[in-house]
């Protein structure tokens, strides 16, 4: 892999120059998320400096599986992704939409929420920057954005980390979504720690982030270091435990709805909607009105919805997609093919959570390639990039 860009301002950080840019962030009002280990896994949650952070932890993920285990150093970003992603923040599980009241002049209708805290995220991998940027095309492009996710993306301050350990059901490298971080960043971490160092190779990635790096105790990063973040994430792309073969997928997909292994995959399948929860670019919802007894107020909640379940495809007269076959097919076929017809790209970025999070490990790369297997190449772009 080629050295770090030249054009971009790289400096070296210790680990008391990463306390100092936690602390900066808190400084200016932002509520500063990174990884913490908590309940079995590495999530992401409040952090004030780095002891919150999972100093000398690592995960193993294999299909269906996850553990923790220590790892011989105390680096502080030696792990993959774990079960949450940043989506949670941007894009709530839960959010209430607006409230009602009743008053004397009738009824007053007002937003529910406050503004929402100023998030600054830590610890941000390639694959999570790319399902930002989709999650954004989603909520921010068109003719109706989302108020709250622009609200909150646009005040969202992103301090990345370049990938030093690749997990088993990582495909990130296949889709051409990692394991460097490209763009979409106000700063980019490498982790260098060895024998004799533990520092970090900052990059600037934004006019907010050379403001904020100018602040914090560096020094200039010389071409060695620039070499051996290099070097980091050329190692952990070789790392790669999955691939996925994007050329002619779309077309494959779309052009084969009656394949058997539709079948067989749903004999497995349990429809518990573990994918779709742990995807960091899944977007569905739903929407419950709630009142109370008396009938002087009622309010809008949305919802995390999954298209798994059979009530998310019920119209008069009962789900449209009866079946596990079809549920994973729509799945699978939408994130895979018609994503590329709406949004422009793949709605897939190969950080593998679908495969480890699910309880009977069906591997999204596996499923593709056993139905290319049965049948002629396709002819049809590769859509593995975002």
Sequence with gaps: MDALPTTRTCAILDRDGLQALIAALAARGYQVLG?????????????????????????????????????????????????????????????????????????????AAGPSPRYAFLGVRACELHAIAIQDRVFCEGPYPEPGYVGRRRDAFIVAVNCAEAGDTCFCASMDCGPQAEGGFDLALTELIDETRHEFLVEVGSAAGEELLTGLPQRAAADAERAAAAAVVAR???????????????????????????????????????????????????????????????????????????????????????????????????????????????????????????????????????????????????????
């Excluded at 002891?51 to 294999?62: E, I, N, V």
């Excluded at 709530?92 to 009602?100: G, I, K, Q, S």
Aim: glycine share 10%.
């Design 35 to 111: 990884p913490v280990l908590r309940d079995g896994a590495i999530l992401y949650d409040e952090i004030a400096g780095l002891a919150d952070l999972p100093a000398g932890w690592t995960d193993r993920q294999a299909p269906g599986r996850y553990r923790l285990e220590r790892r011989a150093d105390e680096a502080l970003f030696g792990f993959a992704v774990g079960p949450q992603s940043w989506k949670r923040f941007l894009h709530p599980p839960v959010e209430t939409l607006w409230r009602a009241q009743q008053g004397e002049g009738g009824l007053l209708f007002s937003t």
């Design 236 to 386: 952990t792309a070789s790392q790669m435990g999955r691939r996925l073969d994007t050329a002619g997928l779309k077309e494959l997909l779309q052009g084969n709805p009656e394949h058997p292994r539709w079948s067989e995959v749903a004999e497995r399948c349990l429809s518990c909607a573990n994918c779709t929860m742990v995807c960091p670019t899944c977007f569905c919802t739903t929407v419950e009105d709630r009142g109370d007894l008396a009938g002087s107020s009622a309010e809008r909640v949305r919802k995390w919805d999954s298209c798994f379940t059979l009530d998310f495809s019920y119209l008069h007269g009962g789900s449209v997609r009866q079946s596990a076959r079809a549920r994973y097919r729509q799945w699978m076929t939408h994130k895979l093919a018609s994503w590329i017809d709406q949004f422009g790209t793949s709605g897939c970025v190969g950080c593998g959570r679908c495969i480890t999070w699910c309880p009977v490990g069906i591997d999204i790369t596996e499923e593709a390639a056993a139905i290319r297997a049965t049948l002629p190449e396709p002819r049809g772009e590769d859509h593995g990039g975002h």
